[in-house]
């Protein structure tokens, strides 16, 4: 008994295969990228027709995330100040990070029946710098920095003398 006849078997590299699906990928991620790329250059060149005679010194990564951001109700030149706030909830603070947004929320020391129980001093703002924890005094809160408005610096001091104050992340 003999071995039966069969057709020649043809043996291919699977290296092959797999570089043809690498650059069949390859085509459609360049053709993604363009896309982007596109979109956001219309973006940006539609921002800029806005702002003609303002320049930023943003890094263009920094940029490009602004313009896929949400647009801000805040006008675009005005001015930001750091503003030290002591937040009731020292464990709230140890969650914040630099470069998060956050409404803070004022409650009076003593609520009455007239007033509201709480209010937001300010709304969408950005944490600039969180320091620390002071150990001497863990029950005082904590202390963060914000980056707002002059006038919305002004509101969390007095809000801080008065009431406590704590933050939402937005």
Same mark, same amino acid.
């Given at each position: 008994?003999?071995?039966?006849?069969?057709?020649?078997?043809?043996?291919?590299?699977?290296?092959?295969?797999?570089?043809?699906?690498?650059?069949?990928?390859?085509?459609?991620?360049?053709?993604?990228?363009?896309?982007?790329?596109?979109?956001?250059?219309?973006?940006?060149?539609?921002?800029?027709?806005?702002?003609?005679?303002?320049?930023?010194?943003?890094?263009?990564?920094?940029?490009?995330?602004?313009?896929?951001?949400?647009?801000?109700?805040?006008?675009? !030149? =005005?001015?930001?100040?750091?503003?030290?706030?002591?937040?009731?909830?020292? %464990?709230? /603070?140890? #969650?914040?990070? +630099?470069? @998060?947004?956050?409404?803070?929320?004022?409650?009076?020391?003593?609520?009455?029946?007239?007033?509201?129980?709480?209010?937001?001093?300010?709304?969408?703002?950005?944490? !600039? =710098?969180?320091?620390?924890?002071?150990?001497?005094?863990?029950?005082?809160? %904590?202390? /963060?920095? #914000?980056?707002? +408005?002059? @006038?919305?610096?002004?509101?969390?001091?007095?809000?801080?003398?008065?009431?406590?104050?704590?933050?939402?992340?937005?």
């Amino acid at each position: 008994m003999g071995v039966p006849p069969f057709p020649p078997l043809h043996v291919r590299r699977s290296g092959l295969r797999l570089r043809r699906a690498l650059r069949r990928q390859r085509g459609t991620m360049a053709a993604g990228l363009a896309v982007t790329a596109a979109a956001l250059a219309a973006t940006a060149a539609g921002q800029s027709e806005g702002h003609a005679g303002r320049r930023t010194s943003e890094a263009p990564e920094t940029a490009a995330l602004t313009a896929a951001a949400p647009a801000r109700k805040r006008p675009a !030149d =005005e001015e930001l100040v750091s503003a030290p706030v002591r937040i009731a909830d020292a %464990a709230t /603070v140890r #969650l914040l990070r +630099p470069g @998060d947004r956050v409404d803070v929320i004022a409650a009076p020391d003593s609520p009455s029946e007239d007033g509201p129980a709480a209010e937001i001093v300010a709304s969408d703002v950005r944490v !600039d =710098e969180v320091p620390a924890p002071d150990a001497t005094a863990p029950e005082a809160g %904590a202390l /963060v920095v #914000l980056s707002v +408005p002059r @006038d919305t610096a002004a509101a969390l001091a007095g809000a801080g003398t008065t009431s406590r104050l704590a933050v939402t992340l937005c």
